[in-house]
């Protein structure tokens, strides 16, 4: 089978599995892409190439605005992540069979130390925002970024036109460890001089190069960041129990029908107790979201009550009728 029917392959099964964007990085070498490599582990060992897919979590569903007392952000609803990685496995296995290689062979990255933004950047993926999030042509920033490594020489896919525009556009020839402020942003022409993320950030840490102000951020210290959240992120805090994303809802490319994966991995409620969540112990609120996008290590039991007090500062008194998080949805 040839390096292109083998790519076409994959691309199908991929799509067909439910990833709403594939392409490929060939050769994939994290230490021309990355430069100069801190960490060496096996996340950072390199291949012939490199699957990366899209996994839309969508729009639809969403019964009411963000912001509503003790939200939880849809991308956080569902246990996307595990369900990508568990897509990728299944193809893995597939792809085994056919091209052959040792089950080490497919390695799968996804939410891992490795930066997935120049990954998608430099396979035409998507495109860099002002929001800093990759923005996909079929389903906006509303989506999981997950890649794995190939044992088979693919021919790669270019970069988006315009990302790298003082390049050829072809993802060898880009620049090279990828710095991210040298990245254009063709897709943000449609928002003009007034980009829309940056006028819906509450806090303003969108600096307009793609970058973001983490010490301004939401987000950054609702996923346990930081020690005390300073006073001018509190008192925009809104209800929020986890997740900002005001920059994706008003986003243009967000603003069409999104449909999102099925999934029952890590099913959580939109709306949950933030009450509970500050009187129960550690070891009930580990258990209670264990397997769901709350269950991730670097989100313990502190940092979600940490988000409750934040959110129950302005959010009404808890009520028996209240959705609690033990319930699920």
């Keep these: 089978m040839d390096p292109s ?87 893995a296995k597939d792809f085994r069979g056919r091209f052959g290689g040792l089950r080490s062979d497919y390695r799968i990255l996804c939410n891992s130390p490795v930066p997935e933004k120049p990954l998608a950047l430099l396979c035409g993926l998507g495109w860099l925002g002002k929001n800093s999030l990759i923005i996909t042509p079929e389903a906006g920033s509303l989506v999981i970024i ?24 072809a993802a060898s020839d880009g620049p090279l460890p990828l710095d991210l402020r040298t990245i254009a942003f063709p897709a943000c022409r449609i928002c003009g001089d007034s980009p829309a993320c940056m006028e819906a950030c509450p806090t303003k840490a969108l600096s307009g190069d793609g970058t973001v102000q983490i010490h301004r951020c939401i987000q950054w210290y609702a996923s346990g960041n930081g020690g005390t959240v300073p006073d001018f992120v509190a008192a925009v805090w809104g209800k929020r129990l986890y997740g900002c994303t005001n920059c994706q809802d008003a986003c243009p490319y967000n603003k069409k029908v999104i449909g999102g994966t099925e999934t029952k991995r890590g099913i959580l409620p939109e ?25 991730m290590q670097w ?11 934040l959110a129950l500062r302005r959010a009404e008194p808890y009520t028996p009728a209240r959705q609690d998080l033990r319930k699920g949805s």
């Design 146 to 169: 997950a890649a794995m490594t190939l044992p088979v020489v693919l021919p790669p896919d270019p970069p988006l036109p315009g990302v790298f525009p003082d390049t050829s556009g």
């Design 271 to 295: 709306y949950v107790s933030a009450e509970w969540i500050v009187n129960a112990f550690d070891e009930e609120i580990i258990s209670t979201v264990k397997g769901s996008a709350l269950g």
């Design 299 to 309: 989100l313990g039991p502190a940092s979600l009550r940490r988000n409750a007090r």
């Design 5 to 91: 029917s083998i790519a076409d392959y994959i691309r199908t099964a991929a799509l067909l599995s439910g990833f709403s964007r594939v392409r490929f990085l060939s050769p994939y070498k994290p230490e021309h892409i990355f430069g100069s490599l801190a960490e060496q582990d096996n996340h950072w060992v390199g291949s012939p190439s490199l699957l990366v897919t899209a996994l839309p979590y969508g729009n639809r569903g969403i019964s009411g605005p963000l912001g509503q007392p003790e939200a939880i952000a849809p991308f956080a609803r569902r246990n996307y992540y595990a369900e990508a990685v568990g897509r990728l496995k299944d193809l």
